[in-house]
């Protein structure tokens, strides 16, 4: 499979690719989005593009993605399950490969309940492995879900999520392993702030051979406070930061804490550098994308290769 996809071509050359994120705003306003990105022209070699990210709702992925095209970077289109029906899905794949986006990101999606309209339904027509099989159907094999060949089909590179950190734990490699045989070319993993606990899982994605059949993205983010590195540690399901980064924040001023969270991220990223399987590092600064390029120097992850 050869797609057009920037990342595809970054780690298919063996290059340890680095995405970062960019979240549409919650308005008719294109100029938060353009100026958001382009702290990361050349920083990175795609940019997530959140869907309704928190169940919150926001400009749509897609177009959002096209302005991010726009702007010469390479957006990574997200699109969950919760808000659409495989008829809508569908169409905005097709939507968005017509309008130069290649690389997608296949999640489920975040309980409407946690957003702002928490008495909406939540569709999951299909769940995120279906909805990875069926982009790669559309792609590979010219075909609809529903069996009606494609009158030109999306050459999406496609991603999954992954959480490392959810329990039950003994069964997060199975469920990889379930994305990867459904199609995924990459994944993107949470947030990881225990790093011992993350490198009990990459032995078990070792042990099945699922780092060679699948580009494994490491994903961090930048803490910006004490408050929120308690909040993510106590109230974000599936999050697991130990007691000692609470502590370590909690340690330093107030006026100090962003650096020590940096200083956090960029140890992380060193670390993750050295676990065999991490093809990649995607880099969360959540609303603090003017840090990125600061952590992706410190890290040693500039220049980007040009491929």
Known sequence: ????????????????????????????????????SQYLKGIVDAVNVTDNQ???VRMSSLAASVLIKQEGLNPLFQVTCRDRNRLAMQADIIGAYSLGVDTM?????????F????????????????LIQMVKNM??????????????PPKMFIGAAANPFADPFELRVMRLEKKIEAGADFIQTQCIFNIDKFETWMEGVRKRGLHKKCHILAGVTPCKSLGAARYMSKRVP??????????????????K????????CIETIERLKK???????????????????????RAGLLPRPQV
Do not use: Y
């Open 1 to 36: 499979m050869k797609t057009e996809s920037n990342l595809e071509k970054i780690l298919a050359a063996g290059h340890l690719a680095v995405t970062g994120e960019c979240g549409p705003p919650r308005g008719c306003k294109p100029e938060e989005v353009i100026d958001k």
């Open 54 to 56: 928190t169940a919150m």
């Open 105 to 113: 990101l296949c999640l489920s999606g975040d309980h409407t309940k």
């Open 115 to 130: 957003g702002d309209h928490p008495e909406a339904m939540n569709v999951h027509d299909i769940d995120s492995i279906q």
């Open 139 to 152: 792609r590979d094999e010219g075909k609809f879900q529903g069996g009606a060949d494609l009158k030109g």
């Open 238 to 255: 599936g999050m697991d930061v130990p007691q000692e980064i609470v502590d370590r924040m909690a340690a330093v001023p107030k006026e």
């Open 257 to 264: 804490q962003a650096e020590e969270g940096v200083d956090i």
């Open 275 to 297: 676990i065999e399987g991490v093809a990649g590092i995607h880099i969360m600064a959540i609303e603090w994308e003017e840090i990125v390029e600061e952590i992706c120097e």
